[in-house]
């Protein structure tokens, strides 16, 4: 649908005020003219003409003080209109920065909710594996146990079979596992892991006359 042309019957505010102080310039150069010519004739001492040019400033000067107020009027509306409408612009723009405001905050709050659930998630998934890596660790800690009593087995064996006369005094363990536990942070700290943290309680709300009072986190 087309737009409808405004059509105005009279002039603007802005109009009428450029109109109202043109109007102020002739009556006040009149009121000038009228003033100087005033000041010469009692200046010489031409009272009959002063007379004359002080009957004619009276209306003169009347004239330049309604064309004053004209102006003046027309000039405070246009004033009080611009405030107004620099209020309501102010207002608009409040609104909508409170607006958009509130919707960067739903927004926010479900983007924290969705990234809340990703890092209970992965840690999880993290504890998992560390459990996983912990069992592998005690395994492999059991199966060098084995290795040692074994590896002592063999020398035994040996000296049944008459390999050798005697056993050696001291029969260095099977220590791959120890010396990773030892020597390398990740391993010894997986060896003393004692599983995930447990959930902290929730804290008690305080208590009021009036109820209880439960805190937000926002």
């Known amino acids: 649908m087309a737009g409808l042309a405004v059509v105005r019957d009279s002039p603007s505010l802005d109009e009428r005020l450029a109109d109202a102080r043109r109007a102020e310039i002739a009556p006040r150069n009149k009121v000038a003219e009228l003033t100087s010519a005033l000041e010469a004739a009692i200046e010489a001492k031409d009272y009959a003409k002063a007379d004359k040019l002080q009957a004619q400033l009276v209306p003169a000067r009347e004239a330049l003080a309604l064309a004053e107020v004209e102006a003046r009027v027309l000039r405070e509306s246009r004033q009080e209109l611009d405030r107004v409408a620099a209020a309501a612009q102010r207002e608009l723009e409040d609104r909508q920065r409170r607006d958009e405001a509130q919707q960067a905050i739903g927004e926010a709050r479900a983007a924290d909710a969705i990234a ?12 998992d594996y560390a459990a996983a890596a912990q ?5 492999a800690q059991e199966w060098e146990q084995k290795a040692s009593a074994e ?4 020398w035994q064996a040996r000296m049944a079979a008459g390999e050798i006369d005697s056993m050696p005094r001291i029969i260095p363990p099977e220590r791959k596992v ?3 536990a030892d020597n390398v ?3 010894g700290a997986l060896q ?4 995930p ?3 902290r309680p929730a804290p008690v709300p305080a208590a ?3 109820g209880t009072i439960q805190q937000s986190p926002w």
């Open 208 to 210: 009021t006359g009036r």
């Open 151 to 154: 590896q002592r087995r063999v």
């Open 192 to 195: 003393r892991w004692e599983g």
């Open 116 to 127: 809340q659930e990703q890092i209970e998630a992965h840690l999880t998934r993290m504890y």
């Open 178 to 180: 120890s010396n990773l």
């Open 135 to 139: 069992a592998e660790l005690s395994e």
């Open 197 to 199: 943290p447990r959930p």
């Open 185 to 187: 942070p990740l391993v």
